[in-house]
């Protein structure tokens, strides 16, 4: 793959999964547009980014829950004329709780961010892809997205929806000379535990298969660009626990998930 004149694109890159992810990109070389809501740490990434690797970092300040910023975000590409060949979808948040106790606009935003951002951007780069005849699309989506998700519904919801819609991607999409995969990571050490009330909650992060954010960010970069998985899931002991959960009946599946959640309610809005 030539890369030197073409950037990759990374929403939620400001920490844990797309941070490592932007080091792996430009660890192999590849130029790097990050984006996310926080521009002084998108500033000091960047530059770090760029001095380690000797590539071209810029950076992007939005908040993709807001059509608006979703807009500028796209004039602000066009205005620049940045030849991209690679999106990661990448940004997304969770929270545990029960669906009607927790507040509405906080799981609506989930819904826009997980789900709403990561379609209109998949669209608008399959588009732009489709004109230069090649491209690749990472969504990052979750183990979760093979389960119902009692006490975690709408995330859970939104990843089975990213696995989905990235399936049907893939295929849509390879006769265009574009790939799609859709990284499945599990328990993963990052803000997103503290953001979305799993490290007091939930029972996951007591299991062995805590993974870090390089070794999930090494299997996503070796999946699209090596091995053009329409899945990748790191670490084996997600793949067998992916493997072994099909011989589950669904209720036993709820039960298991509403035991590991803890059944209780995060606070609201620490996103
Ligand atoms: N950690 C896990 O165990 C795990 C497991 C499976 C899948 N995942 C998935 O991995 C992805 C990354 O999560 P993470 O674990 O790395 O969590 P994280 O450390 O909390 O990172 C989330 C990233 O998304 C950005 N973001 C949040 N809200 C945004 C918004 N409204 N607009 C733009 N950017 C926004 C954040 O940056 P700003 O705050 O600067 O905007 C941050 O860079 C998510 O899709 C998550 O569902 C995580």
Not at 47 to 63: G, H, M, P, R, T
Not at 84 to 106: D, H, R, T
């Amino acid at each position: 793959m030539k890369k030197t004149s073409y950037y990759t694109i990374i929403t939620g890159a400001s920490s844990g999964i797309g941070l490592a992810l932007a080091n792996e990109f430009a660890k192999n070389g590849h130029n790097l547009i990050l984006v996310a809501r926080r521009e002084e740490l998108l500033k000091e990434i960047s530059a770090q980014i760029s001095l380690k690797n000797k590539v071209s970092v810029e950076y992007i300040v939005a908040d993709l829950t807001k059509p608006s910023d979703m807009v500028n975000l796209q004039s602000e590409l066009q205005k620049k004329d940045y030849k991209i060949n690679i999106l990661v979808n990448n940004a997304g948040f969770g929270l545990v709780g029960e669906f009607s106790e927790l507040e509405l606009k906080v799981q609506q935003d989930m819904i826009d961010l997980n789900i709403k951002a990561l379609v209109d951007l998949s669209y608008y780069f399959a588009r732009q892809f489709k004109n230069q005849g090649f491209g690749w699309i990472m969504n990052v989506s979750s183990v979760v997205g093979f389960l119902p998700g009692p006490y975690m519904a709408v995330y859970y919801a939104s990843k089975n929806f990213v696995t989905s819609f990235s399936l049907a991607l893939a295929q849509e999409l390879k006769q265009y000379n574009i790939v799609v995969t859709s990284l499945c990571p599990g328990y993963t050490d990052t803000k997103f535990q503290e953001t979305s009330g799993m490290d007091k909650l939930s029972k996951f992060g007591k299991s062995n298969f805590v993974a870090t954010t390089e070794q999930v960010a090494q299997s996503g970069y070796q999946g699209l660009i090596e091995r053009s998985e329409l899945i990748t899931i790191p670490g084996f002991g997600n793949k067998l626990m992916l493997w072994l959960i099909k011989f589950v009946p669904v209720r036993i599946k709820l039960a298991l998930v509403d035991y590991l959640q803890n059944s209780k309610t995060a606070t609201p809005n620490s996103h």
